[in-house]
């Protein structure tokens, strides 16, 4: 989806800088596109010329053929203005206003002159000036988006020296009946003109009313999952960067539907500066749950080992401290993740600070102190999660996991960390849940992979089948990951390693992102 911002109201009093941005930018494309068409036919009017044996090269320097180089450069500035730096509403208003009265003024004469040095007997030269101020003001029309009311005041705008030059030039009647005529003619012009930017103008209402969700509007698809659709999308008031993700009633059912409401207001409780935050959450009229969240342009863990490798002991041994951080107030206030996974953790550099990990998407979260409320809604019974970080008691028991299942999957992601591989590798579901009950994992250094002892005794801690041989919480983990024997990873290392990577591959705002917080699209297991 691209932008949806109203631009049109730019054309009035409007400060959106989507919309600003938008007619800016239309701006600039009637400008090239109007270069282009009037290159075109400076170029095919000296040929014609030439060859008609009307003129020789002196006429590339006509009356007729300044006047055109004349309109080609404004429209040439217009081209350049709108295409640099941003522009307030008020100059914007000048330069749509200027470059179509300008060169449409210009090409007038052109085709006076033209018409006059081609045939000197015709006497309704004036129609050709006509044709070709038609032809702009319905371009732009068509190009730019304004109101109706300030569409009709560019093209009279451009009509007037139109009428003014077809009276003063020579043809049959008074000047008063042929500069009548040529009003009459460009009103009609004007009329269509106006007509098709109100019904530009009307759709792109319907479209910016479909796409706004109370006081936020979607600007673009950030990604697609089995659950919904996650949106780039703008507040009507504040300015901060948001998430909106809408849920699709047809995947989740109405008890589904049901339960993530209940999630959101369970999950909007967390502040912990590693947890993504839930800024708002809501139903549409017509029925679709949406909430919106912090949006953040940066790596999930799933990319970033994919792209980049397996990562350094440090590094690794920082980014799981954060993790434990956001766990450790989840588990605090009895709110287990379930589906804690490396594409639902994304890194990014942020206030100037490198290797800042959030946890995302907390939609299988589980209050363990069953104070939620309504137990009509709750997954009792089913097995949530993604198959390669599920604990053995998400399989065996689902109705019983506790926060000791979350510390499985997070030593599940260290391990993909730390080795470019899953604990177990399986071809099916069944395969892997068996894996996760009675498999002994390999351990990282068994893979050629250098590990710290101490490290790896933690990661291999996390991934015990019993709950009670795991680390005792996630504060203690973090605790005994700091005191490990990992190394320190400075903020000099992190800001060493993202100035290389934005060097070599510019950050695309949120693509990695679109798959993280879309992410339930990935396989779950059910039953």
């Not at 350049?80 to 914007?92: C, D, I, K, M």
């Not at 950030?222 to 008031?237: C, K």
């Amino acid at each position: 989806m691209g932008r949806v911002e109203d631009a049109s109201d730019l054309a009035e009093t409007s400060s959106s800088d989507g919309g600003r941005a938008l007619l800016q930018s239309r701006l600039a494309l009637f400008g090239r596109v109007m270069v282009l068409l009037t290159l075109l036919g400076y170029a095919m009017t000296n040929l014609v010329t030439l060859a008609s044996g009307h003129g020789g090269v002196e006429e590339l320097v006509s009356g007729s053929s300044l006047a055109m180089l004349g309109a080609i450069v404004a429209l040439l500035v217009v081209w350049l203005v709108a295409r640099g730096g941003p522009l307030p509403p008020g100059a914007l208003r000048a330069l749509d206003l200027l470059g179509m009265v300008v060169p449409a003024t210009l090409l007038d004469v052109m085709a006076l002159q033209l018409s006059l040095d081609l045939r000197p007997d015709l006497h309704s030269r004036h129609l050709v000036m006509l044709l070709v101020t038609t032809n702009m003001a319905i371009a732009r029309a068509v190009l730019v988006p304004s109101r109706p009311g300030w569409t009709a005041t560019v093209g009279c705008a451009a009509a007037l020296p139109a009428i003014v030059l077809a009276a003063a030039a020579d043809g049959p009647g008074e000047p008063q009946m042929r500069a009548a005529y040529a009003f009459t003619w460009l009103l009609i012009a004007v009329m269509t003109s106006t007509f098709a930017s109100r019904v530009i103008y009307g759709l792109r209402r319907r479209v910016r009313e479909a796409t706004r969700l109370g006081r936020y509007t979607l600007v673009e698809t950030l990604g697609a999952g089995g659950m919904g659709v996650v949106y780039r999308a703008e507040h009507a008031m504040l300015r901060r960067p948001t998430a909106v993700k809408l849920l699709d009633l047809a995947e989740v059912g109405e008890r589904g539907l049901a339960r993530f409401e209940r999630e959101v207001q369970l999950t909007a409780q967390l502040t912990h500066p590693n947890t993504i935050a839930i800024y708002d959450y809501g139903r549409t009229p017509d029925g679709v749950f949406y909430y919106a969240m912090e949006l953040v342009d940066g790596l999930d863990l799933e990319a970033l080992v994919r792209a980049h490798g397996p990562q350094p002991a440090a590094r690794v041994a920082h980014l799981l401290r954060q993790a434990c951080g956001s766990l450790a107030e989840a588990h605090e206030a009895g709110l287990v993740h379930r589906d804690i996974k490396p594409s639902n953790m994304v890194v990014s550099r942020r206030a100037g600070q490198g290797d800042v990990l959030k946890v995302l998407d907390f939609g299988l979260v589980k209050d363990v102190r069953g104070e939620s409320g309504d137990e009509r809604v709750s997954t009792h019974g089913m097995i949530v999660g993604t198959p390669l970080y599920l604990s053995p008691e998400a399989i065996s028991a689902p109705e019983n996991v506790g926060p000791a299942s979350d510390l499985y999957a997070l030593g599940a992601v260290a391990y993909w960390l730390l080795t470019g591989s899953p604990v177990f590798a399986g071809t099916s579901v069944v395969e892997l849940c068996a894996s996760h009950l009675s498999e002994r994992p390999v351990a990282p250094s068994a893979r050629g992979v250098i590990v710290p002892p101490r490290l790896e005794a933690l990661v291999m801690a996390c991934l015990a089948k019993s709950p009670s041989d795991r680390p005792a919480s996630a504060a203690t983990l973090a605790s005994a990951i700091a005191a490990s024997d990992s190394g320190a990873w400075t903020q000099h290392d992190a800001d060493a390693w993202w100035s290389v990577r934005e060097r070599a591959e510019p950050i695309v705002a949120d693509d990695a992102l679109a798959a993280t917080i879309a992410s339930d699209g990935a396989p779950k297991a059910s039953s």
